[in-house]
């Protein structure tokens, strides 16, 4: 769905835009990241410790990310804190994969499980992927993560990983409706979301 679709759908619908918006918002990767990463944690690991992962990760890698899309929003660079043009994302993408393998490594040197740690390496390779990728296609960041953590959690929960995996189908749908990506490129986020998950499977199960 173009952008000129999403505009029509939200004049025709505008409680159908507001929901999706609501959506997209909460199944954000900035979200959805610190979320998992904190109900693994304090599954795998003692609450000291695991709160010391998260707190990492909020403070290492989430938050200078949003601070930067919002600085970058600020001064014209960025059309909005999504990143939606591919164009913008060359100088998104090595920024994240940098905070995200100092993470990985400072994790190496504390006592946290090795899972987590092969996990954590795992996302940061999905994403190095999606970049790659990015050069010929904006690959939905929110479709890969969504469905890379549902198909985790699927491996700890089968439960609550089947209503996680509705629920990324959920966050690509709304993606859809707002016009920020097309279908092959939510698609392809899936895929590479799904395939990585895969991978954790294979490698931890």
Request: glycine residues 8%; contains cysteine; hydrophobic residues 55%.
């Given at each position: ?8 759908n ?61 600085v ?5 660079r ?18 994240l ?21 092969a ?30 953590l549902g ?55």
């Open positions: 769905m173009h952008k000129s679709s999403a505009v029509a939200s004049e025709a619908r505008p409680w159908l835009h507001r929901f999706a918006t609501y959506v997209s918002v909460v199944g954000h990767p900035l979200i959805t990241s610190v979320l998992f990463a904190g109900f693994v944690s304090f599954r795998m690991l003692g609450s000291r410790t695991a709160g010391w992962v998260v707190l990492l990760l909020m403070a290492g890698v989430m938050g200078p990310i949003a601070l930067w899309n919002q970058q929003v600020r001064r014209g960025y059309s909005n804190f999504d990143v939606s043009k591919r164009q913008h994302r060359h100088s998104f993408y090595p920024r994969l940098g905070l995200l393998c100092l993470a990985t490594a400072l994790l190496s040197f504390t006592d946290t499980a090795q899972r987590l740690q996990g954590m390496a795992i996302s940061t390779a999905m994403l190095g992927i999606c970049y790659l990728l990015n050069f010929w296609l904006k690959v939905s960041l929110h479709a890969a993560m969504s469905f890379f198909g985790v959690l699927c491996l700890l929960h089968p439960l609550s990983g089947v209503v996680a995996l509705s629920l990324a189908i959920l966050v690509a749908w709304s993606r859809l409706v707002l016009g920020r990506h097309t279908l092959p490129e939510l698609a392809v986020g899936g895929a590479v979301g799904c395939a990585a998950a895969v991978v954790v499977y294979v490698l931890l199960h």
